[in-house]
């Protein structure tokens, strides 16, 4: 009887793989390209905000973050299949701890941005709307040490949010 169920459990796995993937069930996930584009490129952001720089740090960033798997292409603007332009509209300061009440000794930054892929008729092929993410960073008690300290959170939203845009454009949910 054990001889038995050692053979069936094996076999019985195989089987439920093989119908699983003979039925069309697939796993959400990447697509092969998304809507079709293989060379893209990224016009430098709109800032709309006082972060001085922040326009190239995104666009940077989600050149980074779409050409990383070698599915998509970078190229100059009269080449490309897509083109991505963007506007960071919002960046908002919040403190999130205090000392003695008043001290601020921990901030958040958020950052909304809005992006578009156009192909090279002016056909809009994908929106995000609002797009967001948030850092927190340490308040010290020199200026320019909270200053980069923000500077570094900026950083880290930046490659947050050129994560999502490129999970929101590749994947199936």
Request: hydrophobic share 45%; with cysteine.
């Amino acid at each position: 009887m054990k001889i038995i169920k050692r053979l069936l459990c094996p076999l019985a796995v195989i089987l439920v793989l093989f119908l699983a993937g003979a039925c069309g069930y697939q796993f959400s996930g990447l697509q092969k390209n998304p809507f079709g584009v293989h060379r893209f490129h990224v016009a430098v952001f709109e800032n709309k905000t006082m972060e001085i720089g922040a326009e190239v740090l995104f666009a940077n960033d989600l050149m980074n973050e779409l050409t990383r798997d070698g599915r998509l292409r970078l190229t100059p603007a009269l080449e490309a299949e897509g083109l991505f332009t963007g506007v960071i509209k919002l960046m908002d300061i919040e403190t999130v701890a205090r000392k003695d009440g008043y001290a601020a000794t921990e901030r958040r930054v958020k950052l909304a941005v809005d992006l578009e892929l156009k192909d090279p008729a002016g056909t809009t092929l994908w929106v995000g709307k609002n797009i967001t993410a948030s850092e927190t960073y340490l308040v010290v008690p020199e200026k320019p040490g909270t200053e980069y300290n923000r500077k570094i959170a900026v950083a880290k939203v930046s490659k947050k949010i050129a994560q999502k845009v490129f999970q929101q454009l590749n994947w199936n949910f």
